[in-house]
């Protein structure tokens, strides 16, 4: 099956730097990819949908300025967490859609999650 | 606006015994419905889809759902429980070209009982 692969699975950054998660749909392309959070114990929050060679549309309430989304290819979305603070920590989860032709037949892969700690 | 509510946030069933868990949902027009799990520190894994074909849908891992118009419902079940099948739980709807979204509800937590 499709699969989407993040990298990287886990990462530690001081307060006030930037770090960048990847997320890559590894045998399928994916025109469209989506950016989620998910907090302890919580559901997933969307924050913005990403598309291939345009920018992302965020979601209300995500600051777009502090989650830079870039779409480059149709195998690789990046987020990059700008001048991060504690409170961004959380996981962060890609998913792909998969365009097999036929809108009813594509589905939702999901990356491994990354999960974020910031001190 | 679509939404999906899953009843319990947690559930306990002992290992051989039915498993259940309950989502129903609201939406404007004909859903596409999924069912994800996911394991601890992991991404979510597609168990099944419900896409407008069959109203019975049998996924991975023996889980099926059946979409139930008349209910607004889309429960997962599982005739019999295994040890593995402990994880979260999230139902989650989907409109149609141009509203593309996952829209997930918050989860329910399967704890398998020895």
């Known amino acids: 099956g499709a699969v989407v692969s993040q990298h990287p699975s886990r990462v530690i950054c001081k307060s006030g730097t930037s770090v960048k998660i990847e997320c890559r749909s590894l045998?399928?392309?994916?025109?469209?990819m989506f950016w989620y959070r998910q907090f302890p114990k919580k559901s997933l929050m969307l924050m913005a949908t990403s598309n291939e060679g345009s920018k992302a549309t965020y979601e209300q309430g995500v600051e777009k300025d502090k989650f830079l989304i870039n779409h480059a290819s149709l195998t690789l979305s990046t987020l990059t967490v700008t001048s991060a603070h504690p409170e961004d920590s959380s996981f962060y989860i890609c998913?792909?859609?998969?365009?097999?032709?036929?809108?009813?037949?594509?589905?939702?892969?999901f990356g491994e999650g990354s999960w974020l700690t910031v001190v | 606006a679509q939404s999906v509510t899953q009843l319990g946030s947690h559930v306990s069933v002992s290992e051989g015994a039915l498993v259940l868990l309950r989502c129903n949902y609201s939406s404007s027009v004909p859903p596409y419905l999924f069912w994800y799990v996911q394991y601890p520190n992991q991404g979510l894994q597609l168990l099944l889809k419900y896409t407008s074909a069959a109203t019975l849908v049998k996924g991975i891992n023996g889980f099926e759902a059946e979409f139930k118009k008349s209910e607004t419902s889309f429960h997962l079940t599982k005739p019999s429980a295994h040890m593995s099948d402990a994880a979260e739980y999230f139902c989650?709807?989907?409109?149609?070209?141009?509203?593309?979204?996952?829209?997930f509800g918050t989860g329910t937590r399967l704890t398998i009982i020895p």
């Open positions: 045998d399928f392309q994916a025109t469209t």
């Open positions: 989650a709807v989907r409109g149609h070209f141009g509203n593309e979204k996952l829209t």
């Open positions: 998913s792909a859609r998969g365009d097999t032709g036929g809108y009813s037949g594509n589905t939702i892969y």
